[in-house]
């Protein structure tokens, strides 16, 4: 089997809901809310441009024939419900041309729209214009995957070019740049380094969803790595970690949505965008295109519900929520010095 189709077939096999560190994230309800539902918008800022919805379709697949097939439909979701979307790892177009098609569909599926190309962080900056320019992408995803290589039985083994590389893509393309996990999470340390070579878009897609050390280690022969398929930090924590980081940059959450409620809860821990993988290809394989176009609908319109339940107007208000922190979220939080009164003592909108 392809390795990419391989991937996605693990990925359904694997996913399920469970409890995740957004339970322990909880609201702290006000009484009296101060819009009306027609007033609010869900609408989001980022790279300069207004996007209707505050998520948007992550990086998932390509380079195969059932790919193709995976991505046009994809395309054809997020052309239905306006949203931002992102090609799997391009790196096999570039190997081989001939599956290139698997990719560019998603332009000719949604010529309006804004689509990301994603590519590894080992990749030069030559190969970066080629991935942008294979289908006109609109900005550019870097992801970050050792553990994923090194579990991975013919992964990359070789990283200390990873950063140089990174900062001579940032520098020198000519699209917006985000560099992105891939479901490992990041600390501050991992956020201030990207900073320092000049990244402004970094999304920190924590654990909680697919586990792609669980998957590589499937495919070993001894699947001796069964230990770190909870390897990382979770989503929440990733973004506990990246507001202390001072420096302005725009955050973008992802890793183990499972509904509006997650993504509401990044936005109001400070993501700007919130994207989703899983539970988007897992709706799509098993009910089809029409009922995922009802559901990221329905997660629109919850969104908008959630907002006017407490009390704000837009986006950007939602990081001024107040939020209790319990559980494993907490007990970072303790150990790594981020005071817990930073978010359930923040004055309410309302």
């Given amino acids: 089997m392809n390795r990419k189709d391989e991937h996605v077939s693990l990925a359904k096999a694997f996913?399920?809901?469970?409890?995740?560190?957004?339970?322990?994230?909880?609201?702290?309800?006000?009484s009296f809310p101060i819009h009306d539902l027609a007033d609010i918008?869900?609408?989001?800022?980022?790279?300069?441009?207004?996007?209707?919805?505050?998520?948007?379709?992550?990086?998932?697949?390509?380079?195969?024939?059932?790919?193709?097939?995976?991505?046009?439909?994809?395309?054809?979701?997020?052309?239905?419900?306006g949203l931002m979307i992102a090609t799997g790892s391009v790196s096999a177009a570039?190997?081989?041309?001939?599956?290139?098609?698997?990719?560019?569909?998603?332009?000719?599926?949604?010529?309006?729209?804004?689509?990301?190309?994603n590519i590894g962080a080992g990749v030069s900056f030559e190969n970066a214009q080629k991935a942008v320019d294979l289908f006109d992408a609109n900005a550019l995803q870097i992801h970050l995957n050792a553990p994923q290589?090194?579990?991975?039985?013919?992964?990359?083994?070789?990283?200390?070019?990873w950063l140089y590389e990174i900062e001579k893509i940032v520098t020198h393309i000519k699209v917006p740049v985000i560099v992105k996990e891939v479901g490992f999470g990041m600390t501050r340390e991992t956020i201030?380094?990207?900073?320092?070579?000049?990244?402004?878009?970094?999304?920190i897609s924590?654990?909680?969803?697919?586990?792609?050390?669980?998957?590589?280690?499937?495919?070993?022969?001894?699947?001796?790595?069964?230990?770190?398929?909870?390897?990382?930090?979770?989503?929440?924590?990733?973004?506990?970690?990246?507001?202390?980081?001072?420096a302005p940059y725009e955050l973008i959450a992802s890793g183990g949505i499972r509904n509006a409620y997650d993504i509401f809860?990044?936005?109001?821990?400070?993501?700007?965008?919130?994207?989703?993988s899983a539970t988007i290809l897992n709706q799509l394989l098993t009910n089809g295109s029409q009922a995922t176009v009802e559901m990221i609908e329905q997660w629109q319109n919850e969104l908008q519900t959630l907002y006017t339940l407490v009390g704000c107007q837009t986006t950007h208000e939602l990081k001024k929520i107040p939020v209790l922190l319990?559980?494993?979220?907490?007990e970072w939080c303790q150990a790594r010095n981020i005071p817990l009164s930073k978010y359930s003592m923040r004055k309410p909108i309302n």
């Fill in 15 to 30: 996913h399920k809901e469970r409890s995740t560190d957004f339970d322990d994230v909880r609201l702290i309800h006000q």
């Fill in 41 to 81: 918008s869900i609408a989001t800022d980022l790279f300069g441009k207004t996007f209707s919805s505050p998520f948007f379709i992550n990086a998932m697949t390509g380079g195969s024939e059932k790919s193709q097939k995976i991505n046009q439909e994809l395309a054809m979701v997020a052309r239905q419900t």
């Fill in 94 to 117: 570039l190997k081989d041309p001939s599956v290139a098609s698997s990719y560019t569909v998603m332009r000719k599926e949604y010529p309006e729209g804004f689509l990301l190309a």
């Fill in 149 to 161: 290589e090194l579990v991975m039985p013919e992964g990359d083994r070789h990283f200390s070019h």
């Fill in 192 to 203: 201030q380094k990207l900073l320092d070579i000049g990244v402004k878009a970094i999304d």
């Fill in 206 to 246: 924590g654990n909680g969803g697919t586990s792609f050390t669980q998957i590589e280690n499937v495919r070993r022969k001894k699947r001796e790595f069964s230990y770190l398929a909870d390897y990382g930090q979770s989503t929440v924590i990733s973004l506990l970690e990246a507001n202390e980081v001072p």
């Fill in 265 to 276: 809860k990044c936005l109001c821990l400070g993501a700007k965008a919130v994207g989703v």
């Fill in 326 to 330: 319990s559980g494993a979220p907490k």
